[in-house]
């Protein structure tokens, strides 16, 4: 992420900011609902007895269920369920990206077509995601167009209509040829349910794959009931500042008609044959040592949209939680740049300590760490003030 593209994050964080605002109004119960959620998270997270329930009703309701305990062994046991398959539909999944899906099919050349907007632009452009829920927010409308322009030789106009247009046919195309789609789940529930959230209404067609269904999802996401629903409000709102998502998927098994003599016969539509992966790569670990609240989080993304180191610093720091996350994941993400200043906590719906956490995990001294990050951080924050003004200057001409 250059300096351009953050000057562009800063701008469209603000978007969602504002719509915030204007929308807090009509969810008057916001508050206890996130109190709600608090309580469900503390009670779930880590939770054998909601884990085993979840995973008993799952596999009573059709699922299978498969347990991998790092990325390469979620990464071998998609591959055992694609079998021969050579083109792959997906939706937006933040697991899918902790694990490098992606880039690990492409190396067995296996086609894998990313089928939510954000993401195709990421994936065709060569980008890193800026936001759990809006992985292109960095990248402006210009930017989006004058790029496809060079890379597809088009000549598509200063127009958003144009882009998804032009995006669509491919994902169409591919969705139309895919025997599988992969997915990630916003929630898993001890009476064997997945729920998803969508906006676009791409995942309607990814699950319905003639062939296979895959759920990737992390062990943190169970849920005692469909009251989780609560939490796709709340997901909703601080990610996008909008009430509720024009989708909410709802599956409770593969498909199955009772018609004829009241029998149950299963496998009508599509999906005949789904599966889930149970991912724990290192969750169980740092749940039991030190960093359980890590996992309450419910991927909102609003630590990221008011993170002002993340504003500076870009992709160097990666905001909130998902700073710490990819800390200690993958060590891409530097937390001496962390101001310490706690927005990260007053902003999160559910009050996450995550500077506690990033200060272990950083370590060294508070005092030394936080005059530096200041330091950095106003020299950074001058220069892109500079930056934005002349390219406000330049754009005037």
Same mark, same amino acid.
């Given at each position: 992420?250059?300096?351009?593209?953050?000057?562009?994050?800063?701008?469209?964080?603000?978007?969602?900011?504002?719509?915030?605002?204007?929308?807090?109004?009509?969810?008057?119960?916001?508050?206890?609902?996130?109190?709600?959620?608090?309580?469900?998270?503390?009670?779930?997270?880590?939770?054998?007895?909601?884990?085993?329930?979840?995973?008993?009703?799952?596999?009573?309701?059709?699922?299978?269920?498969?347990?991998?305990?790092?990325?390469?062994?979620?990464?071998?046991?998609?591959?055992?369920?694609?079998?021969?398959?050579?083109?792959?539909?997906?939706?937006?999944?933040?697991?899918?990206?902790?694990?490098?899906?992606?880039?690990?099919?492409?190396?067995?050349?296996?086609?894998?077509?990313?089928?939510?907007?954000?993401?195709?632009?990421?994936?065709?452009?060569?980008?890193?995601?800026?936001?759990?829920?809006?992985?292109?927010?960095?990248?402006?409308?210009?930017?989006?167009?004058?790029?496809?322009?060079?890379?597809?030789?088009?000549?598509?106009?200063?127009?958003?209509?144009?882009?998804?247009?032009?995006?669509?046919?491919?994902?169409?195309?591919?969705?139309?040829?895919?025997?599988?789609?992969?997915?990630?789940?916003?929630?898993?529930?001890?009476?064997?349910?997945?729920?998803?959230?969508?906006?676009?209404?791409?995942?309607?067609?990814?699950?319905?794959?003639?062939?296979?269904?895959?759920?990737?999802?992390?062990?943190?996401?169970?849920?005692?009931?469909?009251?989780?629903?609560?939490?796709?409000?709340?997901?909703?709102?601080?990610?996008?500042?909008?009430?509720?998502?024009?989708?909410?998927?709802?599956?409770?098994?593969?498909?199955?008609?009772?018609?004829?003599?009241?029998?149950?016969?299963?496998?009508?539509?599509?999906?005949?044959?789904?599966?889930?992966?149970?991912?724990?790569?290192?969750?169980?670990?740092?749940?039991?040592?030190?960093?359980?609240? =890590?996992?309450? #989080?419910?991927? $909102? %993304?609003? /630590?990221?949209? @008011? !993170? *002002?180191?993340?504003?500076?610093?870009?992709?160097?720091?990666?905001?909130?939680?998902?700073?710490?996350?990819?800390?200690?994941?993958?060590?891409?993400?530097? =937390?001496?740049? #962390?101001?310490? $200043? %706690?927005? /990260?906590?007053? @902003? !999160? *719906?559910?009050?996450?300590?995550?500077?506690?956490?990033?200060?272990?995990?950083?370590?060294?001294?508070?005092?030394?760490?936080?005059?530096?990050?200041?330091?950095?951080?106003?020299?950074?924050?001058?220069?892109?003030?500079?930056?934005?003004?002349?390219?406000?200057?330049?754009?005037?001409?």
């Amino acid at each position: 992420m250059n300096d351009v593209q953050i000057l562009a994050m800063r701008k469209s964080f603000e978007i969602v900011k504002k719509r915030q605002k204007a929308n807090i109004t009509k969810i008057p119960d916001l508050q206890e609902r996130a109190e709600r959620l608090r309580i469900v998270r503390e009670e779930c997270v880590g939770n054998p007895k909601v884990i085993e329930k979840s995973i008993e009703s799952l596999e009573s309701n059709g699922f299978k269920v498969r347990f991998a305990e790092d990325s390469k062994k979620a990464i071998n046991i998609i591959l055992k369920e694609i079998g021969s398959a050579n083109i792959v539909v997906k939706t937006k999944s933040n697991i899918t990206k902790e694990i490098n899906l992606t880039k690990e099919l492409e190396k067995r050349k296996i086609n894998i077509v990313e089928t939510d907007i954000g993401d195709i632009l990421i994936q065709l452009l060569g980008e890193e995601p800026s936001h759990p829920t809006g992985s292109a927010s960095h990248l402006s409308l210009d930017y989006i167009i004058s790029s496809l322009n060079r890379k597809f030789g088009t000549k598509l106009e200063r127009d958003p209509f144009a882009a998804i247009e032009f995006l669509l046919k491919d994902i169409k195309q591919y969705i139309e040829m895919a025997e599988v789609g992969i997915t990630g789940a916003n929630a898993i529930t001890a009476e064997g349910s997945i729920i998803l959230l969508h906006n676009e209404g791409n995942i309607f067609e990814t699950i319905r794959r003639p062939r296979k269904w895959i759920i990737l999802a992390g062990i943190d996401k169970f849920y005692p009931s469909i009251d989780a629903l609560n939490a796709a409000k709340i997901q909703t709102f601080y990610a996008t500042g909008t009430i509720m998502p024009s989708f909410i998927e709802v599956v409770s098994g593969i498909s199955k008609t009772a018609d004829i003599e009241k029998k149950l016969y299963k496998g009508v539509h599509n999906p005949k044959d789904v599966t889930v992966i149970l991912v724990d790569n290192n969750r169980d670990y740092l749940i039991n040592n030190g960093f359980r609240e =890590l996992f309450y #989080c419910i991927g $909102c %993304g609003n /630590c990221v949209i @008011n !993170c *002002p180191s993340y504003k500076v610093f870009g992709n160097k720091f990666k905001g909130g939680r998902f700073a710490l996350f990819s800390a200690l994941y993958s060590n891409a993400s530097n =937390l001496k740049l #962390c101001l310490s $200043c %706690g927005k /990260c906590r007053e @902003n !999160c *719906p559910l009050g996450i300590y995550i500077p506690r956490m990033t200060r272990e995990a950083r370590g060294g001294s508070e005092l030394y760490n936080f005059v530096l990050s200041h330091i950095n951080w106003l020299v950074q924050s001058i220069y892109l003030e500079t930056l934005g003004f002349y390219l406000t200057l330049k754009g005037n001409d």
